[in-house]
């Protein structure tokens, strides 16, 4: 059947993925965990299926994952219909991640932006925003994603050249995340300042 090959497609990809970027991954938790426990915030965005999954890992992260815990400081850039379009209008479609990471952003924060390609020039420009501004940055991408290598701090590259593989596989990836930063005790550091006041 057709769908066996694609599910068996997608758990190789899965599988060769943990097996090749599993250290990548796990410095991914960390560096979120620590900008959590720092007060810091993460920015997530991306284009089409990417901008959904933006929003998708933040409702996770904000809302809950599967337990009960303090909100995490999320933030999908992608949400932000009239923004947006404010700024595709004004200046150009590709400074539309750029513009809130220049408004929203603070050093330590963290950035994530999600391309299949690689090669999304407002994702680029995001990073580069990223980059001056002191955020740390994270890009999940496809095959095609290692030109990005030197804009962010870590890469997270799924192995395949096929966008619906690659977008299922960001998709387990993203919920992977969620959980493992669930299963960390994040106090706030800005929160616990705030009540010894």
């Known amino acids: 059947m057709v769908y066996d090959q694609a599910t068996q497609e997608l758990k190789d990809i899965i599988d060769r993925f943990f097996s090749e970027e599993k250290k990548e991954f796990d410095q991914v938790v960390e560096l979120i965990i620590q900008a959590f426990q720092s007060g810091q915030k993460l920015l997530i965005f991306g284009n089409g299926g990417s901008a959904a999954q933006a929003q998708h890992l933040t409702a996770e992260l904000v809302g809950r994952f599967q337990k009960e815990r303090a909100a995490f400081p999320a933030v ?3 949400a932000e219909t009239s923004t947006i379009t404010a700024v595709a209008n004004d ?3 590709k400074n539309i991640f750029k513009r809130q990471i220049e408004a929203l952003g603070r050093p330590g924060d963290m950035a994530l932006g999600l391309t299949t390609s690689g090669k ?3 994702v680029i420009e995001a990073f580069k925003q990223a980059r001056a501004m002191q955020l740390k940055s994270i890009a999940l991408t496809g095959l ?16 395949s050249d096929n966008t619906p593989r690659i977008q299922e596989a960001h998709l387990f990836i993203l919920h992977f995340l969620a959980q493992e930063i669930e299963k960390q005790k994040i106090e706030d550091r800005r929160q616990k300042t705030e009540v010894r006041r």
């Open 120 to 122: 999304s020039p407002n």
């Open 144 to 159: 095609g994603g290692q030109t990005l290598a030197p804009l962010v701090d870590v890469l997270l590259a799924v192995p």
């Open 76 to 78: 999908a850039l992608t």
């Open 91 to 93: 200046y150009s479609f």
